[in-house]
């Protein structure tokens, strides 16, 4: 049934993509009349594969367990949602987002050299999660870094430490105007989830109407009325 397959596929992609997922080239093998002698890089893919596919029974696991309500218009409804993928992220060993987010920072910052690609390379990281400046925090510390290039007469390295004390100094200032405190941080990390997890709700939502039209249009249900989607239970369709 199409609703099924939709819900299913969705929420597929949404454990999946708490965490890293190896291309599917990497474990397609053509037919051959006798297997070579197994690699250490075959070995390495197997094992991989059968790390992330315990990962991903272990979520769907949870996800079969849990009630989870479609409806991202509730905030009820999107903190137990995050509850959930919490739970799923806790059981299965999982990044969540702001972890993934610091991964992806390290990952994608190390080796530059200055201060300024740092930061461009920190707006490309935010732009490309989806995430919004809200405050425009990335214009005042741009801001800031031309106030200290301008002093310091130089591009600002960020082996520089003096300089790049400099520039601390200038972020918490921004920090201190903007109401941003480090000891708040967890606050926003779950305000980050929250945020995220009624996005993931207005996709599932989408998904199911978009299935529920698809089959309405087969003639053995045109008479049928849609459900609400609030109504439906994603434990059926796993």
């Known amino acids: ?15 999946l993509q708490q965490d890293h997922i190896v291309p599917a080239r990497f474990f397609a093998k053509q037919a051959a009349p006798a297997a070579p002698p197994a690699l250490k890089g075959d070995e390495m893919l197997k094992n991989i594969f059968l790390e992330v596919k315990k990962k991903f029974d272990t979520a769907l696991g949870v996800l079969r367990k849990e009630k989870i309500t479609i409806d991202p218009d509730d905030p009820a409804a999107v903190a137990q949602y995050a509850k959930v993928m919490k739970t ?5 060993d999982l990044f969540s987002e702001s972890q993934r987010i610091q991964h992806t920072i390290q990952t994608r910052t190390q080796g530059i050299q200055d201060a300024r690609t740092y930061l461009l390379t920190l707006k490309e990281i935010r ?7 809200d405050l425009g925090a990335e214009a005042m510390m741009m801001d800031a870094l031309e106030k200290v290039e301008k002093e310091i007469k130089k591009p600002l390295l960020r082996s ?3 300089g790049m004390a400099l520039l601390m100094n200038e972020f918490d200032t921004i ?14 990390e779950e305000q980050l989830e929250l945020k995220i997890a009624k996005a993931q709700l207005e996709e599932l939502k989408k998904d199911a109407l978009e299935a529920m039209e698809t089959q309405k249009k087969r003639e053995e249900f045109k008479d049928e009325e849609m459900v609400d989607v609030k109504s439906l239970d994603i434990r059926n369709f796993i």
Do not use: H
């Open 1 to 15: 049934m199409a609703f099924t397959s939709r819900i299913l596929s969705r929420s597929k992609q949404i454990v």
């Open 88 to 92: 799923v992220r806790e059981k299965a």
């Open 127 to 133: 732009i490309k999660r989806g995430l919004t400046d």
């Open 175 to 188: 920090n201190k105007k903007l109401g941003i405190r480090r000891e708040d941080l967890p606050k926003y």
């Open 160 to 162: 520089d430490k003096k």
